[in-house]
């Protein structure tokens, strides 16, 4: 059975950290000391709690959030392992949402990483209460001292640290509590608490008086007590923590070494200090369903049942696995509970509780556990579970959109669905990867955060499903406009016996404001077109403007007035007036000296400041504009330019080569702008190639 503990006592943990931090494995050193292991695991031999996917076992890293719960002392720790690949932040954003704190770890030879700064980043944009912990101290040149001094440098907030290590031979063999003034040597499988070696009395001094300093914010009297040059007493010191800590007025450090479980107990003792349980919040923020008005969910055990769905897994042996995060009441054994977003009521069978790939049944979920919900599949990532009579969704997150894409297609056709099937599948477990087809360039388009990102989704289509498919550069959507006011007019008159076809149609064709889209006005007086007629008109245009004149790319950006006409009271129809309002618009098009328009794309890069200029000199070389630089604490820069989507179709290899793998961009589509000279000639020239293709085909 799960671990069953009051709301106030648990807590939600995120893991975060560069790749190679180490999370994984001081999550192992956590289990064992927990003892819900019996021997800590090996990234190289795959045996590692939280890293149990055949892709993460190859490849040796972290490629999915991860959760386990364990219990320490009288909490329940629910711990999540984020992917420390940028590729992989849409992991990170989802588990975000669903937790109280997190831990950031870093190497203790390469100290501040790119990653760090940027989950840092996640952290302080959320408010979220954060520990650092200085890893791997038992490396050959493991530098506490050194790491400690780029985290006071990187970032905007006191760092002080909780515990620092004891070194014989530049190598951890212990460590000082700052808080409880002991040191801690390693004793067998254990640490005992020992005397304070005096040469590190000083640090310890100089330490401690900036943790006071710190928590005394808590109180006034602490305050007070501190001003009038007395120290607090142990219990003070604890109580203004516990008041402060959560607030993030400063960051508690930690270090330690997985390798002999150094620092893992202060670490424990530390979280439930640092942060507080989602019952102790109050409120979250809600959407009502009906009007989108903002409302407040309590956070209470008594309140209607709500809980988020941060995470989907399809599971070989278990079937579709949703991680929920409980935000008010309680969620027990055969509840009738409903997906608000879609309107579906369903019955809960059974409750779960993760521990890697393991699941354990849980008697109850309440305010702030994170439980598993199986076999449920309307349950899509970013849903909200609640009570029947409940008409209102958790405001969460958008995640970020994916950067990366490539065409597919399978190599055996009568495999084509199947293929498409499985993506979709995989797109549902995870909103970061999408697959669409798109009807102007006729490719099925897989996206995602990165090449690593869609390789692991089909390397598990390769070894999975053995589907062979080949992946190609996708086609960039173009579109045409004109430039000038024309007037066009067309008669559309067929007679075979019987009813014949008659239509004719006068239309003036301008110009539209850039993103305006289409519009018709209908400028008929006097019945020279019935009005039963003019819906057939703009059918017929609308038709029209699928296929330009250039290059056969859709029309975008004009306003169409039809001003005149004639009809035939026996062989007028609503297809006559369709078919000559298409033609009208053909040769409208062919007189407004019309142009191509290319998607242009506003581009974010995150990257360290050493290479902001090797980045703008690319960008440049790629038509971009720059748009403006912004700083970030830690040594960052904010990028932001427009860039032709046409530059950036492979922006993700280019960037990785630029900044040694280190930097991470977003995109978002901006506008369409004007493309002229060569460039249009290229494209009119490329396109005729694709479109008698596709008529071959």
Do not use: W
């Not at 007070?224 to 607090?232: C, M």
């Not at 922006?651 to 589509?669: C, N, P, V």
């Amino acid at each position: 059975m799960g671990i069953t503990v009051p709301a106030s006592n648990i807590r939600n943990i995120i893991l975060l950290g560069h790749t190679g931090s180490g999370k994984t494995m001081l999550l192992e050193s956590i289990f064992f000391h927990c003892k819900a292991i019996k021997e800590k695991g090996s990234i190289e031999k795959g045996t590692t709690v939280s890293d149990y996917d055949e892709e993460e076992k190859s490849r040796k890293i972290s490629l999915h959030s991860s959760v386990a719960s364990v219990k320490f002392n009288d909490y329940k720790y629910n711990f999540i392992d984020a992917p420390g690949s940028a590729e992989f932040v849409g992991e990170v954003k989802a588990a975000i949402q669903v937790v109280d704190g997190a831990v950031i770890v870093l190497d203790s030879e390469a100290g501040v990483q790119i990653e760090t700064v940027k989950h840092n980043k996640i952290c302080e944009d959320k408010n979220i209460p954060r520990i650092f912990f200085i890893n791997k101290l038992d490396k050959e040149n493991a530098d506490f001292d050194k790491v400690l001094n780029s985290l006071t440098e990187s970032f905007n907030k006191p760092m002080i640290p909780l515990i620092f290590p004891i070194l014989s031979n530049k190598k951890a063999i212990g460590y000082v509590d700052v808080l409880a003034k002991k040191a801690y040597k390693k004793d067998g499988e254990t640490f005992k608490d020992t005397e304070v070696p005096s040469e590190y009395k000083d640090r310890l001094d100089k330490y401690y008086e900036k943790l006071m300093e710190a928590v005394a914010e808590g109180e006034d009297s602490y305050i007070e007590k501190v001003l009038n040059g007395n120290s607090l007493t142990f219990e003070e010191m604890l109580d203004g923590y516990n008041k402060t800590a959560s607030k993030g007025s400063f960051i508690p450090v930690l270090c330690g070494s997985t390798f002999d479980n150094l620092g893992v107990e202060p670490l424990l003792n530390l979280i439930y200090r640092s942060f507080k349980p989602l019952v102790e919040k109050g409120t979250l923020k809600g959407k009502n369903k009906s009007d989108g008005s903002e409302i407040d969910i309590k956070t209470s055990e008594n309140a209607p049942i709500c809980g988020f769905c941060f995470k989907t897994v399809m599971d070989q042996f278990n079937g579709r696995l949703s991680f929920i995060r409980v935000l008010s009441g309680e969620i027990k054994k055969d509840e009738e509970v409903q997906i608000v977003d879609k309107n579906i009521k369903f019955k809960i069978t059974k409750i779960l509780q993760p521990f890697g790939s393991k699941i354990d049944e849980l008697e109850k979920g309440t305010v702030g556990d994170i439980i598993v919900l199986q076999k449920i599949d309307d349950i899509s990532t970013t849903n909200t579970i609640a009570s029947k009579d409940i008409n209102y969704i958790y405001l969460s997150d958008k995640l970020p959109s994916p950067v990366y894409s490539v065409a597919i297609s399978a190599k055996d056709k009568n495999t084509e669905d199947k293929l498409i099937a499985a993506l979709h599948k995989f797109s549902d477990e995870d909103p970061t990867l999408t697959i669409r087809y798109d009807p102007e360039t006729k490719q099925n388009v897989v996206s995602g955060m990165g090449e690593l990102h869609l390789e692991v989704y089909f390397s598990r289509i390769r070894k999975q499903l053995k589907i062979e498919f080949e992946t190609a550069v996708p086609r960039v959507n173009y579109k045409e406009t004109i430039t000038k006011q024309v007037e066009s007019r067309y008669k559309h008159k067929k007679q075979s016996g019987g009813h014949g076809q008659y239509g004719e149609v006068a239309i003036r064709v301008s110009p539209n404001k850039r993103g305006e889209g289409f519009k018709f006005i209908n400028s008929i007086v006097g019945g020279v077109i019935p009005k039963q007629y003019i819906p057939g008109v703009e059918k017929g245009l609308l038709e029209g403007m699928n296929f330009g004149v250039l290059g056969k790319f859709p029309v975008i950006d004009i306003v169409v007035e039809l001003y005149d006409g004639s009809y035939h009271e026996v062989d007028s129809s609503e297809m006559s007036f369709k078919i000559a309002g298409r033609q009208a618009l053909k040769e409208a098009m062919a007189k407004g000296d019309p142009i191509l328009l290319e998607p242009i794309m506003t581009l974010s890069v995150y990257a360290m400041d050493k290479y902001t200029g090797d980045i703008i000199s690319d960008l440049n070389g790629k038509r971009g504009r720059i748009l403006g630089m912004d700083p970030i604490p830690g040594g960052l820069t904010l990028i932001k330019a427009e860039v032709p989507h046409s530059e950036l179709l492979r922006y993700a290899t280019d960037l990785k080569s630029i900044t040694q793998g280190t930097a991470s961009f977003e995109l978002e589509f901006s506008h369409y702008s004007p493309l002229t000279g060569k460039l249009a000639e290229q494209v009119i020239e490329e396109r005729k190639k694709f479109i008698v293709t596709e008529e071959e085909e």
